[in-house]
């Protein structure tokens, strides 16, 4: 049977740089892959993008009312019908693996879309993505993640400081902050007129606590 696996960490920990290199691995070896992730993250439009400077244009996006495993069937077929084209020896390739960056934006019923596909139709699922938003609360994405998937994964990165960060902090205008929307790409909070650059930093218990006053969610 095939899994529903959740790699998950704090900001700066790798996530995409990984995706891209589970993709990397699954085509050297002759197989193929989706990728995809929610539209709502907006940063590289319909790329994904490695802090390390690696991009890779996605498959497909996830807006909040989609059926994700209704696209993912059809970008499924699309593919199958292109390799049945090319007369492949072999016949058609299937997909190995999809694989979703950015997973806490999804809904908790695009989460149980992955969890069919992996179930019912048999194809792998890797979502990568963070638990928490930056007032600690867990994304409902995230959350449903760490509830059903067959395999856990933590990605780690370190804090300033040198402890394991497991937090992220929200910046602007080189501030912490900790009120506004739960979602901010880059560049203030969404619904927000604030012109102000936003920034992530990932932040060990101890150091969050000391930029919050000692405020936890």
């Known amino acids: 049977m095939a899994k529903l696996y959740f790699r998950y960490g704090a900001m700066n920990s790798g996530k995409s740089t990984a995706l891209l290199q589970a993709a990397y691995n699954y ?119 760490l509830a059903i998937a067959h395999s856990l994964e933590e990605l780690k990165t370190i804090c300033r400081c040198g402890r394991k960060a497991v937090f992220n902090g929200r910046v602007v205008g080189g501030r912490f902050v900790f009120d506004g929307d739960q979602v901010a790409i880059d560049e203030g909070a969404t619904g927000s007129a604030s012109p102000e650059l936003t920034t992530y930093e990932s932040l060990c218990g101890t150091c969050y606590l000391e930029e919050s006053g000692g405020r936890l969610g």
């Open 27 to 145: 085509e050297e070896r002759g197989q193929r892959v989706l990728l995809a992730k929610p539209a709502i993250d907006t940063k590289g439009a319909s790329e994904i993008e490695s802090r390390l400077g690696v991009t890779r244009q996605v498959d497909f996006l996830i807006a909040p009312d989609d059926d994700a495993r209704v696209i993912f069937a059809t970008h499924r077929g699309r593919m199958q019908h292109a390799s049945d084209d090319e007369l492949l020896p072999e016949g058609p390739i299937d997909v190995a693996c999809l694989l979703i960056d950015e997973a806490q934006f999804l809904t908790p019923s695009q989460v149980d879309d992955l969890f069919r596909i992996a179930v019912v139709d048999g194809i792998p699922v890797i979502a990568y993505g963070i638990r928490n938003d930056f007032l600690t609360h867990a994304f409902p994405g995230s959350a449903r993640l």
